[in-house]
């Protein structure tokens, strides 16, 4: 038994063992996540512009955001399993290297032999693919840094969310002042520079973290790759707090995503005539939400976890689409920072729980899994909202997000299945 204990331990002792107390590993990562994230904040804005300015056509912008999102939903699911095997920290570098390559190649081919738009599907859908590996080790690395550095996991989530809040307050307004001044395509230069640096960064300076003990790894190997992923599957239709958050983050994130891949833009094209002013708004709100995670980092274990989760969704999410009904530019803009402020502990309080719930083997499997059910509607979402647009205009297709989006937020603070996200199982 003892025996067992200490291989089950195994996985991050040698780690805690030789770098006890170490902060520099976890924010060597958070460096490295807001360079990558920065880019990402590029290629959504970039993407979607470069098609409304080289077709003028909504529904294209709509066909291309489903090709961007539905392969992060097929490759978070499937590949879950293979992060555990390649490890965090490999899969990590490898997914930044290979999404650096394919936004690379969508400026190369656009100024040489040219870019026909199922190719820009094609690179679109592939840089997508190769994106939530990545995505799910580099979270999946949190707690076990979180504990190298003897960080509070609230404190290390906040600032794991803080850093893709802050690349927003960054990226977008560069990305607007960028596309005005170099183009759109020749932007795509850059994210891609920011994936190289990301990987380069990571892999030089973030340890190893062994996803589980040998006894796990070897009893992991013998089962068939399915196996492994029916189990994260189980454990999370199990748990009735991770499944009732998978449901209501299900529908928000459909309507976010469709809202700023394709209605909010065309919305702000048609009204200002211009990208800045979008790239203002979600600085606004990627900056009030950065400060917001830091308050929350320092505060969060005290807040009530529900209460919090529903009042910052309803006021940092729903409201914010009838906002933009008003357009007058510092309205929007004033709100749109309470919204970032208001929303700022959504992800890190899911990521809290979520890690508190889960035990340490399972933990790529189920980041994964949970990762592809979150992102499961995005590819409708996008893809219909450039027809429901056309079909209904961009007001009412506003009207009707905000109002859908508020009845999943307000559900939160009713449903009984979320009063045991207080505490963890453990501690009951």
Do not use: C
């Amino acid at each position: 038994m003892n025996n067992s204990i200490e291989e089950k331990q195994s996985s991050t002792a040698p780690l805690l063992q030789e770098q006890r107390n170490a902060p520099w590993p976890i924010y060597a990562l958070f460096t490295g996540n807001v360079v990558s994230y920065i880019g990402d904040v590029l290629t959504l804005l970039a993407i979607p512009w470069f098609v409304l300015q080289t077709t003028g056509s909504v529904k294209q912008a709509g066909i291309t955001g489903f090709f961007s999102a539905l392969p992060m939903v097929l490759s978070g699911f499937l590949g879950s399993v293979l992060v555990d095997r390649l490890g965090y920290k490999r899969t990590s570098v490898i997914g930044d290297v290979l999404s650096g390559i394919t936004v690379m190649l969508v400026p190369l081919l656009y100024h040489t032999i040219g870019l026909a738009f199922w190719q820009l599907l094609f690179l679109v859908f592939i840089g997508g693919l190769l994106k939530s590996p990545a995505m799910t080790a580099r979270s999946a690395m949190v707690p076990d840094l979180a504990k190298l550095a003897r960080m509070r996991l609230e404190r290390a989530n906040a600032w794991d969310d803080g850093v893709q809040r802050v690349s927003r307050f960054f990226g977008a307004p560069l990305a607007g002042v960028l596309i005005a001044v170099i183009g759109t395509s020749n932007l795509l230069w850059l994210d891609a520079a920011s994936f190289a640096f990301s990987a380069l960064l990571i892999g030089l300076t973030v340890p190893e973290v062994a996803p589980v003990s040998k006894q796990e790894s070897a009893k992991a190997e013998q089962q068939s790759y399915f196996t492994l992923l029916r189990e994260g599957v189980h454990f999370l239709i199990r748990d009735s707090v991770i499944l009732t958050i998978i449901i209501v983050v299900v529908v928000t994130n459909l309507l976010d995503d469709a809202n700023i891949s394709v209605v909010e833009p065309a919305y702000i094209m048609q009204t200002f005539h211009s990208a800045l002013p979008l790239g203002l708004l979600i600085a606004a709100s990627g900056g009030m939400a950065f400060i917001g995670t830091i308050i929350f980092g320092s505060i969060g274990h005290r807040l009530p976890r529900r209460l919090t989760f529903g009042v910052g969704f309803t006021i940092g999410g729903a409201l914010r689409f009838w906002v933009l009904l008003i357009p007058i530019l510092p309205f929007m803009l004033g709100w749109f920072a309470l919204a970032g402020l208001a929303i700022a502990p959504i992800n890190a309080l899911i990521s809290t729980v979520l890690q508190e719930r889960t035990p340490p083997e399972m933990r790529a499997r189920v980041f994964g899994t949970l990762g592809a059910a979150v992102l499961a509607g995005i590819p409708l979402g996008t893809l219909a909202s450039g027809f429901v647009v056309t079909w209904l205009g961009l007001r009412t297709t506003l009207f009707i997000m905000g109002l859908l989006y508020l009845m999943a937020t307000l559900s939160i603070l009713v449903n009984p299945a979320l009063k045991s996200m207080e505490k963890s199982p453990s501690s009951n």
